[in-house]
């Protein structure tokens, strides 16, 4: 059994290029060994991890892998960003879900720093980062493309604001249909979504500098009374804010410190969906914002298994469609579908809303629903297989890409 927890420590001290650092996230509080390791390919990172969870047969083996994996994450977001770096954290935070997901999978808050005991920790201006929930409509569809148009799991974005007064927590975001909103903070938050994460600035000063923006921005969004949620993902109306420019507003215009640019089938849905923007603030770039720090991270694993399926059928069709294969082209169902969604705006029983984002909804659904099962299938044959672990993010696009291709 010693060797076995060698070989889960070697592993990562040989994939993540970074040295480990003691001081921690883990719930138990024991600190993790240092080590240095050496440049491996993100494909030689995947093997070895897979390999390594496949002899970590002792639950505390497959703990400690995960708790590697994500301090090599979070240590690789501190660094100055590159595409290599961000595909490297990418991969490490797919392997350590699913690490995470082989066994029986921890709900509720895996990583949190001292200090952080749920969400009424949380300090104004702290930026809450959720992964899709497969019970709301429709257009939780489109929550895959933001996620995915951004690189990132993350598809939506709040900012946490603590009263002065009587420290209570509020929670504020703009989501589809309601627009901007805000609420007191609950622990059920981490029921309500696959993953969720809690990000804060680093410096004080910046912190400090956000809150008194936070402070003074929140009145003017509440004396506007209803803020629609921007569908189109554009700038051209102050008076309607997805998720990603309500924290923007909030925060100040320096963050997150880089947008989105959609690749070209991102770009093809985004017209099909009625939106004119290619560049546009999605709540992976606050992910990426290497300014903010991990402050605690928590998962409800039976949505997240669901998610994860859905996002890789999503993404496998914005490959094709980046490869210049004709899909998600408007169905007939589709576009009386917003048809509808127009008399209805016409009338005035719907808010604000693009109607195409419906339809194209609609059409992604329609398309995604075959890999969807696909990867249902491929996910049953590694619970007989793989010692229970799903599949990696990496074997369902080859799985997907493979069916394709034949």
Not at 16 to 22: D, E
Not at 28 to 55: C, I, K, N, W, Y
Not at 248 to 258: I, K, N, S
Not at 331 to 357: F, H, I, K, M, Q
Request: charged content about 25%; some cysteine; glycine content about 8%.
């Amino acid at each position: 059994m010693a060797g076995r927890g060698a070989l889960v420590g070697a592993v990562v001290s040989a994939a993540a290029s970074v040295l480990i650092g003691g001081a921690g996230y883990s719930e138990r509080g024991a600190p993790l060994p240092a080590m240095f390791g050496q440049e491996v390919t993100r494909s030689t990172l995947h093997d070895q991890v897979v390999q390594a969870l496949g002899s970590a047969v002792d639950p505390e083996q497959r703990i400690r892998l995960a708790e590697h994996l994500f301090f090599a994450r979070a240590e690789l977001r501190a660094r100055p960003p590159s595409p290599e770096l961000r595909a490297l954290v990418r991969e490490l935070f797919d392997l350590e879900e699913v690490v995470r997901l082989a066994g029986p999978a921890q709900s509720g808050w895996t990583m949190r720093q001292p200090g952080f005991e749920g969400v009424h920790s949380l300090q104004t201006g702290d930026v809450i980062l959720v992964r899709g929930a497969p019970t709301t409509p429709v257009l939780a569809e489109v929550t895959e493309v933001s996620a995915g148009a951004a690189q990132s799991p993350y598809s939506h974005t709040i900012v946490a604001a603590r009263d002065p007064k009587t420290g209570a927590v509020n929670l504020i975001e703009s989501q589809e249909p309601h627009g901007f909103r805000e609420g007191p903070a609950q622990e059920a938050l981490l029921s309500e979504y696959a993953r969720v994460v809690v990000l804060r600035l680093r410096e004080p000063v910046a912190r400090q500098e956000a809150g008194q923006r936070l402070t003074k921005e929140l009145p003017e969004l509440r004396r506007q009374g209803h803020v629609p949620y921007n569908s189109w993902l554009d700038d051209d109306d102050p008076h309607r804010l997805n998720c990603g420019q309500l924290a923007r507003r909030l925060l100040g215009p320096q963050y997150p410190a880089e947008r989105t640019t959609l690749d070209d089938g991102m770009a093809n849905y985004a017209r099909r969906a009625g939106m004119r923007a290619t560049t546009m603030v999605l709540p992976g770039d606050f992910e990426r914002d290497g300014r903010f720090e991990i402050v605690a991270e928590g998962s409800n694993p039976t949505l997240l298994r669901e998610v994860r399926l859905r996002e890789a059928a999503t993404l496998a069709v914005f490959r094709r469609q980046s490869a210049g294969l004709p899909v998600l082209e408007p169905s007939p169902v589709a576009l009386r579908l917003e048809a509808a969604t127009r008399w209805l705006l016409s009338l005035g029983v719907v808010a604000e809303l693009n109607d195409r984002v419906v339809g194209a909804a609609i059409d992604l659904r329609r398309v995604t629903h075959t890999a969807v099962a696909a990867l249902g299938l491929l996910r049953a044959s590694h619970a007989d297989t793989q010692g229970g672990r799903p599949p990696t993010a990496r074997e369902m696009a080859r799985h997907l890409d493979d069916g394709q291709s034949r």
